[in-house]
């Protein structure tokens, strides 16, 4: 079984631009979850999706940043524009009926 | 307002020893807990979770014990081997809630 898939694993941008995250969960998981880790910090959630809905989203800083799940698969994370600030790794999870989420590698940005 | 907290940014233990991580949390909310570990370039993975509905919960090498009253917890791991020298991540969610809150990690060092 493929785990979760997510790229680009390293992305260098100059502030003011955008970037955007890809990741694929397991087959079959309806929960998705995107996380951002800072530095020396643990993961916090951005937005949570059930299928194609964003359920949870409260933590999502939505004057910046943007996801969708239009299928209810795959999830795109966007971030415009990207500020000094956004610098971290960005991680997906997927799980489905317990309570274990299984997580891609994250998408480590840098903002420079 | 940090929920989690792993107040041992690190710990060295020596291989065939006991090692004994440590978490707190504050909202009396939280029902279940996880621990996950994570390797450099890598996402966490889930070691061992447990409800507050025991106080210890085994798995191999890995015990997890809980303490209500005093909203802590603990990871044990006996024999510590090299291969788990990486940081640990401690999480708690009210169950149904499917939100997760992580501390800080502890990075363990187990040193042959």
């Known amino acids: 079984e493929a785990g979760v898939v997510q790229s680009p694993r390293y992305k260098i941008i100059e502030k003011k631009q955008p970037v955007a995250f890809w990741c694929n969960p397991i087959s079959g998981h309806n929960t998705l979850y995107w996380y951002r880790q800072n530095l020396g910090q643990g993961p916090e959630l951005l937005i949570r999706y059930e299928n194609e809905e964003a359920v949870d989203d409260s933590q999502l800083p939505k004057d910046r940043f943007s996801a969708e799940r239009l299928k209810g698969v795959d999830s795109t994370l966007k971030i415009q524009p990207a500020e000094l600030g956004d610098s971290a790794v960005y991680l997906c999870a997927s799980f489905w009926r317990s309570d274990e989420q299984f997580f891609g590698p994250g998408t480590r940005l840098t903002v420079l | 307002d940090q929920q989690v907290k792993q107040n041992s940014p690190s710990l060295s233990v020596q291989e065939g020893r006991i090692s004994i991580l440590n978490c707190d949390y504050t909202n009396s909310m939280f029902d279940y807990f996880l621990w996950y570990k994570k390797y450099p370039a890598e996402g966490p993975t889930f070691l061992i979770s447990i409800s507050s509905i025991k106080d210890k919960n085994e798995d191999g090498r890995f015990t997890v014990f809980l303490n209500k009253s005093a909203k802590h917890l603990s990871l044990h791991i006996v024999p510590s081997q090299p291969g788990d020298s990486a940081v640990y991540f401690c999480?708690?969610?009210?169950?149904?809630?499917?939100?997760?809150?992580f501390g800080t990690g502890t990075r363990l060092k187990v040193l042959a």
């Open positions: 999480a708690a969610s009210a169950r149904g809630t499917y939100k997760y809150i």
